[in-house]
């Protein structure tokens, strides 16, 4: 297919019904018109109308409801592995080193939320000023980077081969970073711009230009979907739009090649469309951007690359390594397993890097095997859950309960005074016996009976993640007795209490929840409670597959529509 | 120091890198924001009060005449907002508040008393003020004044300066700064305003090259690139809100609205020029009437601010008890009442308050306040057709009301150029309301939050009021 039929069928495409045949497993809420994204602005009157004709079967969803979803604009890992993925190759290097793009402050949650990538003034100047950069990198290496990225405009001649020439690159480039193809305003826009600087300066500038825009337009920064019409509670996404939602989902990036052939083919509308593309994402090479970040942020990996943490068994290149070793252990997962949930949770099989052994030497045992479970005992993962230069069990009995559990510990009531109640045992040897108190006096005891036994056995890692069988000279006891929920009885270690959390529905619906949360970037809401228990339902139905989880996430109904108006309960 | 002295060239083209930022240590966050956002401020102050049948327009609302006063501030109407009847009444929190106008002056841009009138730590708030007369204990207002504040907020790495104050002192020839009597950095700290032209021209221009014949052509066409490349990206926000709901049109809003933020903050192009005529030698200054050396003044800051050396200015008249207008209606007058024409102006028994002299004085300030905004409207900024006047929020206040009577229950202002979403053509009648609510209007004028994006409450002594005047937002 050339580029014209192939932009030819991206208009049409708009145009064309979606989901005309969706599959409904739960006779939900049906009546809904399809009401397209997008569409307003597209392509002619007679094709809307026929879009959204009467005839249309009603969308039906397996849900009753689904969540409200925000815009939310690209993190800046995902800008910078769109830019990757879109610039030449040999271009790549030389735009990440002039880019200055905000990076994304992660307060809660996943790089992905909204709320993580809001743009302040200072923001709103750094992506102006890195746009500009690689711009003028761009121009500087232009007898290099002209030919890669536009080879027909140093061959071009005369203003119509010219302008021919800008127009396919306008068209593709622009389809490629925006995620979907232009809308005919954006393309004059775009197109004057060229047109514009090209008669003041040059062909080469105008380009520079172009790609100036390109890299701070709105359209790469936010990731819109369209609320279709008024009345319509739920509207399912557009081709293009799930095809963004996917891409950034798997890959963190724009959609690739394939994605944009079943877009303009008008393959990418019913839900088996999109399982289909997400099982061949899933097993991509590039499904490891998403899975590693989804981990490394999950257990708060961002905290190491921000500390200088200072350790006698860690020298410079070894903390760079021990910031990237939840990556590590991700892809390790998703490459060398069949990547589910229980092996994520208690395997003994991952091998750290060399640079890490010093962590993990004094731990391993006579015969040299690993003795590490799963990824939550991983140095990276014990020193990110620890403050820079000590352990809190606390923080990581606290994590355990938030992030891995789901039963989120109360806030510190304001009144409690917790210095003074464990002032007398402050020059006691382990945290254990400093933080017993705790357990026993009464305004303190109903949330910590809870949550310090979840971090007893983590006290041998220290807080750079080595291990250590004492502390102050003390040998640490790690065994604890628990009583939360299904996890009911006494752990020797950090390797039977894991084994036994990872035996638990609970554990793999959190982590389920953190997923969807991670991918729809924003936390569930009430009315996502539907699609969050289909969505553990096939988890749990699959044995507990990462992979089959991200399928059922992407398949859902909170993936494949949006709610346009604010729930009223 | 040239502004473009702070880029950097590259690979034979001049590459801009960065723009524009807004100082860290600003207490104030700059909120970026839309096309009436003004990227300075620039106040005008003088102790004299006015003649308020004569300064008010005819009416309240959008439909007037100017009055005889204010009549030199037609060509500017459109973008100018007449407040009157304004009451500074901080100062009622002390008793007996002397006559005069020390007290007075420090209060109306800080929104405070001076530090006399407050005990403890000195902590600008009410519940330390005490009663007491501060007479003889001028000059320190116990707080900012209004365009400091603003302008921290406003403030970039490109500004080489804080502020660019210019004071009038006549007789002409002082050579040394005088302090201010109404703007502060901090509490009891008045500015220093500089009263000699020559001087303050050298200093404020030494190493400022021109544009003109050595204009950076690259440079310039670098900017203009870039400006057209940022039009685009807006366009293309509008474009893109189609389509979505409320809630997300608002947040692409915002982000627009900060790229029209760098759009404004863009240095000006080839707008940076010396003022011309400022005389020079030993003498030069001695004798010259108060009109004179405001004139030259009013050019130096003029272009100083055309040439974006900071993101304050003011220009305050000092001493004015002298025949020294320049004016010889009522430099006559002054002469034959001894040489002291300030109760001529505002407050000697026997004239009139409507009689010529008066009027003619108190018209004066005002005619010298339209003179510096023609020639702020005469300095294009930026790339889109806009003047350093379209750009800068300007400000004309006065301690007192009617000047014979010395009341400051009734004072009068002009806010002149880009009042952000302040209404323009338009008189306020703003009884009711008081100078401190006028200066957090101001603060919310000049597009300026507190850091966390909040809207500032109030100004000047805490505690004492909040709220803006409503009326003079749109």
Known sequence: MNRTNLLHLLRLLRLVTVSLGTTACYSGISGYAPGFDNEASVGDADDQSDA??????????????????????????????????????????????????????????????????????????????????????????????????????????????????????????????????????????????????????????????????????????????????????????????????????????????????????????????????????????????????????????????????????????????????????????????????????????????????????????????????????????????????????????????????????????PDIDVEGALEDYSDLPTARQRLEPLLSTPQCAGCHVALNPLGFPFEVYDWAGAFRATENGATIDTSAELELGSISGTFADAGELLEAIADTQQARRCYATHWFRYALGRPETPEDQCTLDLIDERFAASGGSVKELLIAIATSDAFRFRRTQESTE | MRRRNFLVGLGGITVGLPMLRRFGEASLAHAGGTDHVPTRIITVAYDMGTHIPQWKPSAVGADFELGTITAAMEPFRDRALFVSNCSNDVLELVDGYPGGHPGKKEAVFTGTLMQHAFTGDLSNHIDNVIQSSPEGHTRTANGPSVEHVIGQALRRPEHPRVSVDLGVWGPGGVREPQPSYFFYESAANPVSMPVHPALAFASLFSGVTPDGEDVDEAFLALQRRNASVLDAVRDSFVDLRQGLDAEDRRRLDEHADKIRQIELDMPPLASCSLPTGIPEGEGAYDGMSMSEIVDLQIRILAHAMGCGLAPVGRLEFLFQHGAYFGIPLVDDAAQAAGNWHHPIVHGLDGWALDSEVRVTGFKFYVDKFAELCAQLDAIPEGPDGRSVLDNSLVVLGTDLGEGNLHRADDLCFLVAGNSGPGRRGYHFDAEGYNVNQLLTTLVHMAGVTNDDGSLVQEFGLRGFTQGVIDPLLT
């Open chain 1, 52 to 413: 959204q004709s009467p005839e249309t079967p009603p969308i039906e969803l397996e849900c009753e409801d689904i969540g409200r979803q925000p815009m939310r604009r690209i993190s800046s890992v995902q800008y910078e592995q769109i830019l990757s993925d879109v610039l030449p190759a040999s271009f790549v290097a030389a735009a990440l080193e002039v880019s200055s793009f905000p990076r994304t402050n992660i307060e809660d949650g996943f790089s992905t939320y909204a709320t993580a990538n809001t743009v302040s003034t200072n923001e709103s100047y750094a992506i102006e000023d890195t746009a500009q950069a690689i711009a003028q990198r761009f121009y500087e290496l232009r007898a290099q980077s002209v030919p890669a990225l536009l080879p027909c405009l140093p061959k071009a001649v005369g203003d119509a081969e010219i302008r021919a020439c800008i127009e396919g690159f306008v068209d593709e480039f622009g389809a490629r970073i925006f995620r979907r193809s232009l809308r005919p305003a954006e393309r004059d826009i775009v197109l004057d711009l060229f047109e514009s600087i090209r008669d003041s300066d040059s062909a080469d500038l105008g380009l520079t230009a172009v790609l100036q825009y390109f890299l701070q337009a709105p359209a790469l920064l936010y990731v819109t979907e369209s609320s279709g019409e008024a009345e319509q509670v739920f509207v399912p996404l557009g081709a293009d739009e799930l095809a963004a939602r996917l891409a950034l989902l798997f890959t963190n990036s724009a959609p690739d090649a394939e994605l944009m052939a079943a877009v303009s083919e008008g393959r990418l509308s019913t839900k088996e469309d999109v399982e289909l593309q997400a099982r061949r994402l899933v097993e991509s090479p590039e499904a490891v951007r998403a899975f590693t970040q989804f981990h490394h942020e999950w257990l708060r990996g961002f905290a190491l690359q921000n500390e200088d943490r200072e350790h006698v068994l860690l020298d410079e290149a070894s903390q760079a390594v021990l910031a990237g070793e939840l990556k590590d252990f991700a892809a390790w997962l998703l490459t060398e397993t069949d990547a589910d949930f229980r092996t994520l949770m208690t395997t003994r099989s991952f091998s750290p890097r060399p640079e890490l052994a010093p962590l993990y030497a004094a731990g391993a045992d006579d015969a040299g095997a690993e003795p590490r479970t799963g990824l939550l005992s991983t140095a990276a993962a014990m020193s990110s859950l620890a403050h820079p230069n000590s352990t809190s069990l606390i923080e990581r009995g606290a994590f355990i309960r938030n992030h891995v559990l789901c039963t989120p510990v109360p806030p510190l009531p």
